[in-house]
């Protein structure tokens, strides 16, 4: 008995060589005509357009402290009356804590003793002075002895001076005061502490003193110049401040970028230390030649265009740049006018696939 569907299945080699070239030839037909097609036709191509752009540098930025002032204390003492935490805003002049001591009370007993002494003394010298100039028209002394005792009370007069700047220096070693309005940042001593003298017991940040610093990479780094300006958006959606390039160290740090410092150009900047978001500088306008970006081919890492000539259609490799809308700026290897290839070009750009083509076996 015959096994018809068995033969049926069986394919003859000469009829399976025929349908594969035959595929061929039709996927090279149809390119080809598609081809054609598109070189003879100026549907679908487009000139280049030149663009007047404004280029941006966008990064990370975040909110810092220009410079913190520690707060020592003048002389070896105990801290008493510290009454700040992190965060608080106190004035320029204000009293932050005391200090305490046998030393700092001895100086003050000795001081305050200095006052009282001296004091004395110009009491007694005012005095004596009045009873010479009394006795002077009644010729009981001299105009010497006048001129003696004027002296001798500018002197007591000096004496007391010198003394209480002496008790008002002890006073102020005894008092830790804020140099400058700001916010306290950090105490690293506490009530009954015994610190040393210059040793810190606060750090301050000074009211005003905060800037941006923001990170830039690679190309970007050669565009970067001290007064540029932009714009800084917190993250936190609250309104633009508008910035200016204040600093450019000119050194990379270990991740192969720069930070930079970015000032406030305007008055009283609403933002805070730690505050973080996107600073956006604008650089230079410049004219750049922009193609719809669905012309871009894109092929081992490269960027081309098809692009129609008198000669025929052509492969021209460009280096693309921002996008605006539909359109996509290109940085270089275009010019102006250039007729750009849009319908069918990643087709056109790979014709070759069809001499390529291999009968499989």
């Known amino acids: 008995m015959k096994n018809y569907g068995s033969a049926a299945r069986r394919t003859p080699p000469r009829r399976k060589l025929a349908a594969s070239a035959c595929f061929a030839s039709s996927l090279a037909f149809c390119l080809s005509t598609g081809l054609a097609t598109g070189q003879t036709s100026d549907a679908g191509v487009v000139a280049a357009q030149l663009h007047t752009v404004t280029p941006h540098l966008v990064a990370y930025a975040q909110v810092e402290p220009i410079t913190v002032v520690p707060v020592e204390a003048a002389e070896t003492g105990v801290i008493s009356g510290l009454n700040v935490v992190p965060g608080t805003h106190v004035r320029a002049g204000q009293e932050i804590a005391q200090l305490s001591g046998p030393t700092l009370q001895t100086q003050l ?24 100039r009394q006795q002077l028209p009644s010729h009981l002394t001299t105009r010497q002895a006048v001129e003696q005792a004027e002296s001798a009370q500018a002197q007591a007069q000096a004496a007391l001076n010198n003394a209480q700047s002496r008790l008002g220096f002890v006073r102020q070693m005894m008092a830790i005061t804020a140099p400058a309005g700001g916010v306290v940042l950090a105490l690293t001593s506490a009530n009954g502490q015994l610190v040393n003298a210059g040793q810190p017991v606060l750090t301050l940040q000074p009211d005003g003193r905060l800037w941006l610093r923001a990170g830039y990479y690679g190309r970007q780094l050669s565009s970067l110049r001290t007064g540029m300006t932009g714009r800084f958006t917190p993250s936190d959606g609250s309104a633009p401040i508008r910035v200016r390039v204040c600093s450019i160290p000119g050194v990379i740090a270990a991740g192969g970028g720069e930070s930079i410092a970015l000032c406030s150009t305007q008055a009283n900047a609403a ?36 692009v129609r000539t008198a000669k025929g259609d052509r492969p021209q490799q460009v280096a693309p740049g921002p996008a605006e809308g539909w359109n996509t700026l290109i940085e270089s290897g275009l010019a102006p006018g250039a007729r750009v290839i849009v319908t069918n070009a990643y087709l056109l750009f790979h014709a070759s696939i069809a001499e390529q083509f291999q009968i499989p076996d």
């Open 109 to 132: 007993m000795e001081s305050e003793a200095g006052v009282r002494s001296a004091r004395s003394q110009l009491r007694a010298a005012q005095k004596l002075l009045a009873i010479e």
């Open 271 to 306: 933002w805070m230390s730690g505050e973080a978001g996107k600073v956006t500088l604008e650089l230079p306008q410049k004219m750049l030649v922009a193609v719809p970006t669905r012309a871009l081919i894109l092929n081992q890492g490269k960027w081309w265009v098809m």
